[in-house]
Structure formats: structure tokens, C-alpha cells
């Protein structure tokens, strides 16, 4: 079964620094997809960025990019110019067809944003 | 475009107590998952089901059951309510084959035991 591993269970950021999270999964598969979702404390689980695993290219989406390390099985998030507002817990997770199109999800990391 | 509809909000059950957690998406997804998160830690899958009439158990499926008569609803039901299963719990739906879309994820439905 695939695992999905958070090392960091929170982290603390100066507010326009940057703070990198980390994620690291076990599979047997080449054909997948990884995800991080952002949780705050309203509890709605908002997509912040996707990665599929035959892109060589990492992904980014405006001050959120990932590092995507097929071989070392690591996909690390970072976020840039923090804000206020990306205060929230942040959860990686795992997907593929193969496992039944199920999402298997990490234990999250907490994030802090200190003004 | 409602999205994935949860109902209740919240609940308080006494142990022994049973209860269902609605569940309806009007996406049309074919897939449709329960997911339970314990404080200050990552979501864990229940139940999963791949269509209307067809489903399977996830990681922490003990204590739950789950029905899938129609595309748009999956109701989770607990039967008999232990303090174990105080929870936040989830659900969530997505297209069928679309491997790299996200989920679509209700707001929750928190859940005491007592």
C-alpha cells in the first residue's frame, strides 16, 4: 500500500519569507499523482497544487511551487512571499489508478505566520 | 453549483446511538469517498465507491457502512457510536478517469461521541 509521510508537523514562517514543507510517499508505481491541499481552520480543503509524475518539469502556481524528486520519491512544497492568510495545515497526498483512484493523504504539516 | 453537500454540520451522539451522514454531489461523479480526520492529523479513507451500486472498503472501515443506490448520494452510516469514532469527517467526489483532478470536498461534519 502506498504511504505518505510528513516529517515537519509544523513549521513557523516571518510573514514575506519563505518556508518549504516536505513530503516523501512509497510506491511501486510510475504512473501517479501528487497533490498539497491546504486545510484552514474553516476546515474546507482547498487544492493549492498538483504534480503528475511524468512531468519532469516542476509545477508552480503563483507564490507556490513544488520540487519533485521522482527517484528520492520526495515532493516538497514551497511556499514564497508568505502571508497572513496561508496560515492553515497543509496536506500532501498521493494518487493513482492503479491503487484504485484513491487519495491517500499525509499527516499534515501546520503551518505559522508570524507579522 | 452546490458541490458536494454534507448534512449535519455537527453532531453530539451518546454511545450505542446510530446515525447517517448525508452525502449528494450534482457533478455527476462517478466517484465518491468518505474520509474521517482526528485532530491534528491527516484524513484517512473509510469508504470508497466507483459508481452506483458498487463499493469498497478503505483504510479505517470498522464501525461503518455505506450505501450507493444513486450517482449523486452516499451515506455513511454508523451504527452502533463509540468515542472512537469522534471525528471530523468528509466527503468527497471526482470524475471518473481524471486522475490528476483534485477532489471535491464537502465541508465536514463534526462528530462527538459521548
Known amino acids: 500500500a502506498q504511504t505518505v509521510t510528513q516529517s515537519q508537523p509544523e513549521m513557523s514562517v516571518q510573514e514575506a519569507e519563505t518556508v518549504t514543507l516536505s513530503c516523501t510517499y512509497d510506491?511501486?508505481?510510475?504512473?501517479?499523482?501528487l497533490f498539497w491541499y491546504k486545510q484552514p481552520p474553516s476546515r474546507q480543503m482547498i487544492l493549492v497544487i498538483r504534480q503528475e509524475a511524468y512531468k519532469q518539469q516542476n509545477a508552480t502556481e503563483n507564490r507556490f511551487s513544488v520540487n519533485f524528486q521522482k527517484a528520492a520519491k520526495s515532493f516538497s512544497l514551497k511556499i514564497s512571499d508568505s502571508q497572513l492568510g496561508d496560515a492553515a495545515m497543509y496536506f500532501c497526498a498521493y494518487r493513482s489508478k492503479a491503487a484504485g483512484n484513491k487519495l491517500t493523504f499525509g499527516g499534515g504539516t501546520r503551518v505559522l505566520v508570524k507579522p | 453549483n452546490a458541490g458536494v453537500t454534507q448534512t449535519p454540520k455537527f453532531r453530539i451522539l451518546k454511545i450505542g446511538q446510530s446515525m447517517t451522514l448525508q452525502c449528494t454531489q450534482d457533478m455527476n461523479h462517478n466517484y465518491m469517498y468518505w474520509y474521517r480526520q482526528d485532530p491534528g492529523m491527516g484524513l484517512k479513507l473509510i469508504y470508497y465507491?466507483?459508481?452506483?451500486?458498487?463499493?469498497d472498503k478503505g483504510e479505517v472501515p470498522n464501525g461503518y457502512n455505506v450505501s450507493r443506490s444513486t450517482t449523486e448520494d452516499f451515506p455513511l452510516r454508523l451504527e452502533l457510536a463509540a468515542p472512537s469514532q469522534t471525528s471530523v469527517y468528509f466527503c468527497a467526489s471526482s470524475a471518473r478517469g481524471q486522475y490528476n483532478s483534485p477532489l471535491h470536498f464537502g465541508n465536514g461534519t463534526r462528530l462527538t461521541v459521548t
Open positions: 510506491t511501486s508505481e510510475s504512473d501517479y499523482y
Open positions: 465507491s466507483v459508481g452506483a451500486g458498487i463499493t
